[in-house]
């Protein structure tokens, strides 16, 4: 079984804070991983993928991945009230398939 | 370009009736995925196409089936709903690239089915 673990949270900070979002998953094979913002209602939408270890920067969002702890994390810069959100973490394995985390609350206060 | 287009966005069905959700993508996508939503389980696979006429079980297949119709749709069957099918559905596609880091996944804004 391919599990991806996530704090459930619900994980608050001010606005203007960094809030930093984890993830670990078991499948040593998976190739690359994602993050998705889920609000309430809505469908998941991509934020970003990372498949290198490392980090890897897209405006206010940082992806940092380390096969090695088999660990992926998300960091959210300069947070809005507008970030409040559930983050899906994600992997994908060899074979196409994609393997989901329960998500992390997370709410920004003004 | 509507992307990935589900129907129907909300459904009440009785314990033993069966329906068909039903997905289609105008992405010229090769594959296509349902998953299943729960309060505190995350998004669960049900079932993948990889392409046209091809169908892979995934986590959590016993009772449904799906039908790759062409490259465009693919449809989730419930025979005999039960209340334990009372969830939130996404289809999504994958969209197929060269880098295979960049394999993102495309939902659907989802289906609400609730079995009484």
């Known amino acids: 079984q391919k599990e991806v673990e996530q704090n459930s949270g619900p994980l608050s900070v001010p606005e203007g804070a960094i809030a930093s979002l984890n993830c670990t998953y078991s499948?040593?094979?998976?190739?690359?991983f994602f993050w998705y913002r889920q609000y309430s209602g809505k469908s998941p939408e991509l934020i970003m993928f990372?498949?290198?270890?490392g980090d890897k920067e897209d405006g206010r969002f940082t992806a940092q991945l380390n096969k090695a702890s088999q660990y992926v994390s998300l960091l959210i810069r300069d947070s809005q009230p507008s970030d409040s959100a559930t983050y899906l973490c994600?992997?994908?394995?060899?074979?196409?398939?994609?393997?989901f985390g329960t998500g992390t609350s997370l709410t920004v206060i003004p | 370009n509507a992307g990935v287009t589900q129907t129907p966005k909300f459904q009440v069905l009785k314990t033993g009736q069966s329906m068909t959700l039903q997905c289609a993508q105008d992405?010229?996508?090769?594959?296509m995925y349902w998953y299943r939503q729960d309060p505190g389980m995350g998004l669960r696979l049900i079932y993948y196409?990889?392409?046209?006429?091809?169908?892979d079980k995934g986590e959590v297949p016993n009772g449904y089936n799906v039908s790759r119709l062409n490259k465009r749709e693919f449809s989730l069957r419930l025979e005999s709903a039960a209340p334990s099918q009372t969830s939130v559905y996404f289809c999504?596609?994958?969209?197929?690239?060269?880098?295979?880091?960049?394999?993102?996944?495309?939902f659907g804004a989802g289906s609400r089915l609730t079995v009484l």
């Open positions: 999504a596609s994958r969209r197929d690239r060269e880098k295979a880091g960049a394999n993102v996944l495309t």
């Open positions: 499948d040593r094979g998976s190739q690359s």
């Open positions: 990372i498949y290198s270890n």
């Open positions: 994600a992997q994908r394995d060899t074979g196409n398939q994609f393997y």
């Open positions: 992405m010229n996508h090769n594959s």
């Open positions: 196409s990889a392409s046209e006429g091809t169908t």
